[in-house]
Protein backbone atom coordinates (compact mmCIF):
# COMPACT_ATOMS: atom_id res chain seq x y z
CA UNK A 1 0.00 0.00 0.00
CA UNK A 2 2.30 2.67 0.87
CA UNK A 3 4.51 1.40 -2.48
CA UNK A 4 1.50 2.55 -4.28
CA UNK A 5 0.69 5.87 -2.41
CA UNK A 6 4.45 6.71 -3.04
CA UNK A 7 3.94 6.21 -6.66
CA UNK A 8 0.52 8.20 -7.00
CA UNK A 9 2.41 11.09 -5.19
CA UNK A 10 5.44 11.04 -7.61
CA UNK A 11 3.13 10.88 -9.95
CA UNK A 12 1.24 14.36 -9.02
CA UNK A 13 0.86 17.24 -12.35
CA UNK A 14 -1.54 19.47 -11.18
CA UNK A 15 -0.09 19.36 -7.45
CA UNK A 16 3.16 18.50 -8.30
CA UNK A 17 4.47 21.62 -6.43
CA UNK A 18 3.31 20.29 -2.82
CA UNK A 19 6.75 17.84 -3.93
CA UNK A 20 8.35 20.77 -3.46
CA UNK A 21 7.37 21.01 0.30
CA UNK A 22 9.62 20.13 3.75
CA UNK A 23 7.39 17.53 4.93
CA UNK A 24 6.10 16.20 2.20
CA UNK A 25 9.81 15.70 0.66
CA UNK A 26 9.64 13.49 4.29
CA UNK A 27 6.23 11.80 3.55
CA UNK A 28 7.78 10.53 0.22
CA UNK A 29 10.86 9.18 1.36
CA UNK A 30 8.95 7.02 4.19
CA UNK A 31 6.53 6.07 1.66
CA UNK A 32 9.30 4.65 -0.84
CA UNK A 33 11.83 3.42 2.01
CA UNK A 34 9.52 2.85 5.33
CA UNK A 35 12.35 2.77 8.17
CA UNK A 36 12.18 3.44 11.46
CA UNK A 37 14.41 6.51 10.97
CA UNK A 38 12.13 7.88 7.59
CA UNK A 39 8.59 7.28 10.15
CA UNK A 40 10.56 9.33 12.60
CA UNK A 41 11.87 11.68 10.60
CA UNK A 42 8.49 12.67 9.06
CA UNK A 43 6.62 12.42 11.80
CA UNK A 44 9.16 15.21 13.40
CA UNK A 45 8.28 17.24 10.38
CA UNK A 46 4.41 16.72 10.59
CA UNK A 47 4.13 17.85 14.17
CA UNK A 48 5.92 21.73 12.82
CA UNK A 49 2.56 21.62 11.42
CA UNK A 50 0.36 20.36 14.47
CA UNK A 51 0.56 16.69 14.32
CA UNK A 52 -2.79 16.58 11.81
CA UNK A 53 -1.74 14.74 8.58
CA UNK A 54 -5.29 15.84 7.59
CA UNK A 55 -4.91 19.17 8.09
CA UNK A 56 -1.64 19.37 6.99
CA UNK A 57 -2.66 17.70 3.20
CA UNK A 58 -5.34 20.04 3.33
CA UNK A 59 -3.80 23.47 3.96
CA UNK A 60 -0.75 22.33 1.68
CA UNK A 61 -3.15 21.02 -1.25
CA UNK A 62 -5.42 24.76 -0.82
CA UNK A 63 -2.16 26.86 -0.43
CA UNK A 64 -0.85 25.92 -3.55
CA UNK A 65 0.20 27.42 -6.67
CA UNK A 66 -0.92 25.16 -9.52
CA UNK A 67 -2.08 26.04 -13.39
CA UNK A 68 -5.62 24.64 -12.42
CA UNK A 69 -5.93 27.57 -9.64
CA UNK A 70 -4.24 30.46 -12.21
CA UNK A 71 -6.59 29.50 -14.86
CA UNK A 72 -9.79 30.11 -12.84
CA UNK A 73 -8.10 32.92 -10.78
CA UNK A 74 -7.55 34.39 -14.37
CA UNK A 75 -10.91 33.57 -15.61
CA UNK A 76 -9.30 31.24 -18.38
CA UNK A 77 -11.27 28.27 -19.56
CA UNK A 78 -10.13 25.20 -17.18
CA UNK A 79 -9.36 22.34 -20.04
CA UNK A 80 -11.24 19.08 -19.79
CA UNK A 81 -7.79 16.90 -19.50
CA UNK A 82 -6.80 19.33 -16.66
CA UNK A 83 -10.09 19.22 -15.01
CA UNK A 84 -10.12 15.70 -14.82
CA UNK A 85 -6.49 15.13 -13.57
CA UNK A 86 -7.12 17.74 -10.46
CA UNK A 87 -10.61 16.01 -9.47
CA UNK A 88 -8.46 12.40 -9.36
CA UNK A 89 -5.31 14.08 -7.72
CA UNK A 90 -7.67 15.07 -4.94
CA UNK A 91 -9.68 11.96 -4.49
CA UNK A 92 -5.96 10.17 -3.72
CA UNK A 93 -4.64 13.38 -1.66
CA UNK A 94 -7.62 12.58 0.56
CA UNK A 95 -6.84 9.03 0.72
CA UNK A 96 -3.52 9.93 1.36
CA UNK A 97 -4.49 12.67 4.22
CA UNK A 98 -6.77 9.50 6.50
CA UNK A 99 -3.63 7.24 6.33
CA UNK A 100 -3.46 6.20 9.95
CA UNK A 101 0.07 5.50 12.02
CA UNK A 102 -0.71 2.03 12.75
CA UNK A 103 -1.34 1.65 8.92
CA UNK A 104 1.85 3.08 7.96
CA UNK A 105 3.90 1.69 10.81
CA UNK A 106 2.93 -1.82 9.79
CA UNK A 107 5.12 -1.53 7.41
CA UNK A 108 8.33 -0.80 9.45
CA UNK A 109 7.16 -3.21 12.91
CA UNK A 110 4.58 -5.56 14.34
CA UNK A 111 4.42 -3.50 17.62
CA UNK A 112 2.23 -0.57 18.38
CA UNK A 113 4.35 2.92 16.86
CA UNK A 114 5.91 4.93 19.12
CA UNK A 115 5.12 8.04 17.55
CA UNK A 116 1.38 8.63 16.31
CA UNK A 117 -0.17 11.58 14.43
CA UNK A 118 -3.82 12.76 14.02
CA UNK A 119 -6.66 11.97 10.57
CA UNK A 120 -10.13 12.61 10.16
CA UNK A 121 -12.29 12.23 7.76
CA UNK A 122 -12.59 15.08 5.20
CA UNK A 123 -14.13 16.08 1.79
CA UNK A 124 -10.77 17.57 -0.42
CA UNK A 125 -12.48 18.33 -3.22
CA UNK A 126 -15.05 19.75 -1.53
CA UNK A 127 -13.06 22.11 0.73
CA UNK A 128 -10.90 22.75 -2.73
CA UNK A 129 -13.91 24.27 -4.05
CA UNK A 130 -15.24 26.37 -1.51
CA UNK A 131 -11.16 27.37 -1.76
CA UNK A 132 -11.89 28.54 -5.35
CA UNK A 133 -15.34 30.46 -4.39
CA UNK A 134 -13.35 32.44 -2.20
CA UNK A 135 -10.60 33.07 -3.81
CA UNK A 136 -11.06 36.82 -4.05
CA UNK A 137 -10.65 36.80 -0.38
CA UNK A 138 -8.49 33.54 0.53
CA UNK A 139 -6.14 34.25 -2.82
CA UNK A 140 -4.16 31.54 -3.78
CA UNK A 141 -0.22 30.27 -3.26
CA UNK A 142 2.00 32.57 -1.23
CA UNK A 143 -1.22 34.58 -1.18
CA UNK A 144 -2.68 32.50 1.07
CA UNK A 145 -0.42 32.25 3.43
CA UNK A 146 0.53 35.68 3.73
CA UNK A 147 -0.29 39.01 3.48
CA UNK A 148 2.97 41.45 3.57
CA UNK A 149 5.73 41.21 0.75
CA UNK A 150 8.91 42.79 -0.46
CA UNK A 151 10.47 41.95 -3.42
CA UNK A 152 13.89 40.70 -3.63
CA UNK A 153 16.19 39.03 -6.99
CA UNK A 154 12.76 39.51 -9.30
CA UNK A 155 9.88 37.80 -7.24
CA UNK A 156 8.10 38.83 -4.21
CA UNK A 157 8.93 37.35 -1.21
CA UNK A 158 6.68 36.86 1.97
CA UNK A 159 7.26 38.86 5.17
CA UNK A 160 6.68 36.01 7.44
CA UNK A 161 6.81 38.45 10.49
CA UNK A 162 5.42 41.67 9.69
CA UNK A 163 4.09 44.67 11.89
CA UNK A 164 0.85 43.42 14.32
CA UNK A 165 -0.46 47.49 13.86
CA UNK A 166 -4.37 47.55 14.24
CA UNK A 167 -6.11 50.31 13.22
CA UNK A 168 -7.87 50.22 16.80
CA UNK A 169 -4.27 50.56 18.62
CA UNK A 170 -4.09 54.30 16.57
CA UNK A 171 -5.25 57.29 18.38
CA UNK A 172 -5.90 60.75 16.57
CA UNK A 173 -6.07 61.45 13.41
CA UNK A 174 -9.16 59.99 12.78
CA UNK A 175 -10.29 62.18 9.96
CA UNK A 176 -7.20 61.97 7.81
CA UNK A 177 -6.94 57.96 8.44
CA UNK A 178 -10.58 57.52 7.32
CA UNK A 179 -9.72 58.94 4.22
CA UNK A 180 -7.27 56.08 3.44
CA UNK A 181 -9.17 53.49 4.88
CA UNK A 182 -12.05 54.92 2.47
CA UNK A 183 -10.04 54.72 -0.03
CA UNK A 184 -8.69 51.56 0.38
CA UNK A 185 -12.59 49.88 0.74
CA UNK A 186 -13.01 51.13 -2.98
CA UNK A 187 -10.34 49.12 -3.55
CA UNK A 188 -12.06 46.16 -1.69
CA UNK A 189 -15.50 46.68 -3.34
CA UNK A 190 -14.09 46.95 -7.26
CA UNK A 191 -14.65 51.00 -7.38
CA UNK A 192 -12.09 53.42 -8.43
CA UNK A 193 -8.91 54.02 -5.63
CA UNK A 194 -6.60 56.51 -6.72
CA UNK A 195 -3.13 56.26 -5.71
CA UNK A 196 -2.64 57.85 -2.00
CA UNK A 197 0.18 60.48 -0.67
CA UNK A 198 0.27 60.26 2.67
CA UNK A 199 2.71 63.79 3.98
CA UNK A 200 3.19 65.32 6.81
CA UNK A 201 5.37 65.75 9.76
CA UNK A 202 7.34 62.79 11.22
CA UNK A 203 5.56 60.65 14.26
CA UNK A 204 2.13 61.48 13.20
CA UNK A 205 1.04 57.92 12.09
CA UNK A 206 1.73 57.90 8.38
CA UNK A 207 3.24 54.28 7.96
CA UNK A 208 1.39 53.08 10.95
CA UNK A 209 -1.74 54.01 9.08
CA UNK A 210 -1.19 52.04 6.27
CA UNK A 211 0.53 48.98 7.77
CA UNK A 212 -2.74 48.44 10.03
CA UNK A 213 -4.99 48.98 7.23
CA UNK A 214 -3.23 45.95 5.43
CA UNK A 215 -4.15 44.10 8.81
CA UNK A 216 -7.51 44.99 9.54
CA UNK A 217 -8.56 43.86 6.03
CA UNK A 218 -6.51 41.23 5.42
CA UNK A 219 -9.29 38.61 5.35
CA UNK A 220 -11.49 41.09 2.60
CA UNK A 221 -8.37 39.60 0.50
CA UNK A 222 -5.72 43.02 0.68
CA UNK A 223 -2.52 42.29 0.20
CA UNK A 224 0.94 44.64 0.86
CA UNK A 225 3.73 44.54 -0.96
CA UNK A 226 6.25 47.18 0.43
CA UNK A 227 9.13 48.50 -1.88
CA UNK A 228 11.81 50.52 -0.84
CA UNK A 229 12.97 53.56 -2.99
CA UNK A 230 15.47 52.23 -4.90
CA UNK A 231 13.00 49.84 -6.25
CA UNK A 232 10.90 51.83 -7.78
CA UNK A 233 12.06 50.73 -11.36
CA UNK A 234 11.01 47.61 -10.47
CA UNK A 235 7.20 48.31 -10.41
CA UNK A 236 6.48 47.08 -13.63
CA UNK A 237 7.87 43.68 -12.73
CA UNK A 238 5.97 44.51 -9.69
CA UNK A 239 2.71 44.94 -11.58
CA UNK A 240 3.08 42.08 -13.88
CA UNK A 241 3.78 39.72 -10.77
CA UNK A 242 0.00 40.98 -9.49
CA UNK A 243 -2.42 41.21 -12.75
CA UNK A 244 -4.96 38.98 -13.23
CA UNK A 245 -4.82 38.32 -9.38
CA UNK A 246 -8.55 38.10 -7.59
CA UNK A 247 -6.85 40.13 -4.41
CA UNK A 248 -6.53 43.41 -4.14
CA UNK A 249 -3.08 45.05 -3.54
CA UNK A 250 -1.22 47.79 -2.01
CA UNK A 251 2.11 48.48 -3.22
CA UNK A 252 3.74 50.65 -0.49
CA UNK A 253 6.38 52.84 -0.70
CA UNK A 254 7.68 54.34 2.36
CA UNK A 255 9.22 57.91 3.36
CA UNK A 256 9.97 58.84 -0.18
CA UNK A 257 11.65 62.42 -1.65
CA UNK A 258 13.81 62.73 -4.27
CA UNK A 259 16.76 64.96 -5.60
CA UNK A 260 16.10 66.48 -9.24
CA UNK A 261 18.56 64.65 -10.70
CA UNK A 262 17.15 60.80 -9.23
CA UNK A 263 16.25 58.24 -11.70
CA UNK A 264 13.48 56.66 -9.16
CA UNK A 265 11.41 60.33 -9.82
CA UNK A 266 10.84 59.10 -13.52
CA UNK A 267 10.24 55.33 -12.72
CA UNK A 268 7.63 56.73 -10.13
CA UNK A 269 6.22 59.10 -12.46
CA UNK A 270 5.74 57.06 -15.32
CA UNK A 271 3.18 54.85 -13.07
CA UNK A 272 1.67 57.32 -11.84
CA UNK A 273 0.94 58.91 -15.16
CA UNK A 274 -0.54 55.67 -16.56
CA UNK A 275 2.27 54.34 -19.16
CA UNK A 276 2.46 50.86 -20.78
CA UNK A 277 2.90 49.68 -17.18
CA UNK A 278 0.26 51.34 -15.53
CA UNK A 279 -1.60 50.17 -12.45
CA UNK A 280 -3.98 47.43 -13.12
CA UNK A 281 -7.56 47.72 -11.13
CA UNK A 282 -6.26 45.17 -8.94
CA UNK A 283 -3.95 47.87 -6.70
CA UNK A 284 -3.45 51.27 -5.77
CA UNK A 285 -0.12 53.17 -4.83
CA UNK A 286 0.19 54.53 -1.43
CA UNK A 287 3.34 56.22 -0.34
CA UNK A 288 4.23 58.69 2.54
CA UNK A 289 6.80 60.97 2.48
CA UNK A 290 7.73 63.88 5.12
CA UNK A 291 7.55 66.28 2.53
CA UNK A 292 4.25 67.70 -0.01
CA UNK A 293 6.63 68.16 -2.75
CA UNK A 294 8.66 65.49 -3.07
CA UNK A 295 11.42 66.81 -4.53
CA UNK A 296 13.99 68.54 -3.32
CA UNK A 297 14.82 71.49 -4.66
CA UNK A 298 17.77 74.01 -4.00
CA UNK A 299 17.69 77.60 -4.76
CA UNK A 300 20.98 76.55 -6.70
CA UNK A 301 18.75 74.26 -8.89
CA UNK A 302 16.78 77.82 -10.39
CA UNK A 303 20.38 78.89 -11.74
CA UNK A 304 21.64 77.10 -14.57
CA UNK A 305 21.54 77.00 -18.36
CA UNK A 306 18.12 75.21 -18.70
CA UNK A 307 16.34 77.24 -21.28
CA UNK A 308 12.90 76.78 -20.24
CA UNK A 309 13.78 76.24 -16.51
CA UNK A 310 10.12 77.09 -15.51
CA UNK A 311 8.80 74.00 -17.01
CA UNK A 312 11.64 71.76 -15.78
CA UNK A 313 10.52 73.40 -12.10
CA UNK A 314 7.02 72.98 -12.77
CA UNK A 315 7.63 69.04 -13.55
CA UNK A 316 9.35 68.55 -10.35
CA UNK A 317 7.24 70.11 -8.25
CA UNK A 318 4.09 68.74 -9.59
CA UNK A 319 4.82 64.94 -9.13
CA UNK A 320 2.56 65.30 -5.65
CA UNK A 321 -0.06 66.17 -7.37
CA UNK A 322 -0.11 63.39 -9.53
CA UNK A 323 -1.59 61.32 -6.66
CA UNK A 324 -5.35 61.33 -6.74
CA UNK A 325 -5.57 61.43 -3.07
CA UNK A 326 -3.51 64.02 -0.55
CA UNK A 327 -3.69 63.32 2.84
CA UNK A 328 -1.87 65.88 5.50
CA UNK A 329 -0.28 64.35 8.58
CA UNK A 330 0.43 67.05 10.63
CA UNK A 331 1.89 67.60 14.00
CA UNK A 332 -1.26 67.23 16.89
CA UNK A 333 -1.55 70.73 19.40
CA UNK A 334 -1.29 70.38 22.75
CA UNK A 335 -5.21 69.12 23.21
CA UNK A 336 -5.02 66.12 20.49
CA UNK A 337 -1.60 65.74 21.99
CA UNK A 338 -2.82 65.02 25.27
CA UNK A 339 -5.84 63.15 24.07
CA UNK A 340 -3.57 60.47 22.19
CA UNK A 341 -2.16 60.02 25.64
CA UNK A 342 -4.36 59.45 27.36
CA UNK A 343 -6.03 56.84 25.18
CA UNK A 344 -2.43 55.01 25.06
CA UNK A 345 -2.42 54.58 29.08
CA UNK A 346 -5.60 53.23 28.62
CA UNK A 347 -4.77 50.40 26.67
CA UNK A 348 -1.32 49.99 28.71
CA UNK A 349 -3.63 50.45 32.23
CA UNK A 350 -1.80 53.25 33.04
CA UNK A 351 -4.01 55.81 35.91
CA UNK A 352 -4.17 59.23 33.17
CA UNK A 353 -3.58 61.68 36.52
CA UNK A 354 -2.56 65.28 35.70
CA UNK A 355 0.61 64.77 36.85
CA UNK A 356 1.31 62.05 33.93
CA UNK A 357 0.07 64.37 31.23
CA UNK A 358 2.12 67.36 32.60
CA UNK A 359 5.51 64.63 32.00
CA UNK A 360 4.11 63.84 28.85
CA UNK A 361 4.00 67.27 27.54
CA UNK A 362 7.66 67.55 28.81
CA UNK A 363 8.83 64.80 27.24
CA UNK A 364 7.21 66.07 23.93
CA UNK A 365 8.64 69.00 24.41
CA UNK A 366 12.29 67.73 25.21
CA UNK A 367 12.44 65.72 22.15
CA UNK A 368 11.48 66.88 18.65
CA UNK A 369 8.04 68.41 19.68
CA UNK A 370 4.58 66.71 20.07
CA UNK A 371 3.68 63.48 17.96
CA UNK A 372 1.41 60.18 18.09
CA UNK A 373 5.37 58.21 18.15
CA UNK A 374 6.58 60.99 20.96
CA UNK A 375 2.85 59.75 23.17
CA UNK A 376 3.88 56.31 22.61
CA UNK A 377 7.33 56.22 23.39
CA UNK A 378 6.25 58.15 26.61
CA UNK A 379 3.79 55.99 27.79
CA UNK A 380 5.86 52.68 27.05
CA UNK A 381 8.47 54.00 29.29
CA UNK A 382 6.07 54.73 31.89
CA UNK A 383 4.68 51.10 31.43
CA UNK A 384 8.20 49.74 31.82
CA UNK A 385 8.63 51.16 35.20
Same mark, same amino acid.
Given at each position: ???????????LAVFRGILREKTVEKLLAFL???????? #?????? *??SHG????????ETVTEDENPYMKRIAEFKEVPPCIDESARN????? &?????????????????? &???????????? *???????RIAALHTKGFGIFAKYHVFSFKDGRLVPVKNPDTQRLSQLSGYELERGKVI??? *????NDKPAPNVLLYGDAGTGKSSTVKAIANEYRDMGLRLIELTKVQLG???????????????????????????????????KAVLEGSASAKTDNMTIYCTSNRRHLVKERFSDRDGDDIHAADTREELVSLSERFGLKVAFLKPNK??? *??????????? #??????????RAEAYALRRSGRSGRAA??????????
Open positions: MLNEYAEKLQSKSPTHDSY #GDFVGS *LYGSLTDFIIELAFL &EKLSRLTPEEAWSAVDSC &EPFSRWDTYEAD *LLKIYREANT *LALLELPAVIEKIAGNPLKFIIFIDDISFSADDDNFSALDTY *LQIVEKLAAEY #GIECTPDLLTKHFIELEASK
